[in-house]
T-cell receptor, first 108, second 114 residues
Framework: GIQVEQSPPDLILQEGANSTLRCNFS?????LQWFHQNPWGQLINLFY???GTKQNGRLSATTVATERYSLLYISSSQTTDSGVYFC??????????FGRGTSLIVHP | DSGVTQTPKHLITATGQRVTLRCSPR?????VYWYQQSLDQGLQFLIQ???????AKGNILERFSAQQFPDLHSELNLSSLELGDSALYFC?????????????FGSGTQLSVL
């Protein structure tokens, strides 16, 4: 099946800093989504982005499907951005495959 | 609030017991997915249903079973529980369960097997 690798595995920032999270995948995909798992365990869908660029407030995402990667940008980070960020891809099946995630801690 | 409802939020039980986790999908969503999240295994797909029928199966143990009812809610049954079954169990839903749709997750059921 399709392999999904996320980097870095861990990230520690001071409030106000910017960051870029990366998701690489091993084969062509039909869909890619980014999720945020907050410290209370809730998984929130951030972006549905099979290709191109989308922005939502301080967050933006870019997927370059032909080069098999996606980037999640967080600008002016806040403590509420802490948690784990997952990317999930649909390859040839209807079932999304999740990466292992990037754990982000934002200090005040 | 994603609109996906899972109950209970927490469950503590003993080895060898059987439990049932419940999920109500978002209004209008016909497909339900079950995932298991443990520290060492990440988010593992268990099983998917679409409009009452099983559509896809992942690494679901034989001790586990699920079903989706006519009102579209789903239940995940875990039996002969072992310590290693302790995990966070998520339900997710989407409209038709294909790959061009957003996936929405419930808040999960934290299962502790003692």
């Amino acid at each position: 099946g399709i392999q999904v690798e996320q980097s870095p595995p861990d990230l520690i920032l001071q409030e106000g800093a910017n960051s870029t999270l990366r998701c690489n995948f091993s084969d062509s995909v039909n869909n890619l989504q980014w999720f945020h798992q907050n410290p209370w365990g809730q998984l929130i869908n951030l972006f549905y982005i099979p290709s191109g660029t989308k922005q939502n407030g301080r967050l933006s995402a870019t997927t370059v499907a032909t080069e098999r990667y996606s980037l999640l940008y967080i600008s002016s980070s806040q403590t509420t951005d802490s948690g784990v960020y997952f990317c999930a891809v649909h390859g040839g099946s209807y079932i999304p495959t999740f990466g292992r995630g990037t754990s982000l801690i934002v200090h005040p | 609030d994603s609109g996906v409802t899972q109950t209970p939020k927490h469950l503590i039980t003993a080895t060898g017991q059987r439990v049932t986790l419940r999920c109500s999908p978002r209004s209008g969503d016909l497909s339900v997915y079950w995932y298991q999240q443990s520290l060492d295994q990440g988010l593992q797909f268990l099983i998917q249903y679409y409009n009452g029928e099983e559509r896809a199966k992942g690494n679901i143990l034989e001790r586990f079973s699920a079903q989706q009812f006519p009102d579209l809610h789903s239940e995940l049954n875990l039996s002969s529980l072992e310590l290693g079954d302790s995990a966070l169990y998520f339900c997710a839903s989407s409209v038709t369960g294909t790959y061009n749709e957003k996936l929405f997750f419930g808040s999960g059921t934290q299962l502790s097997v003692l």
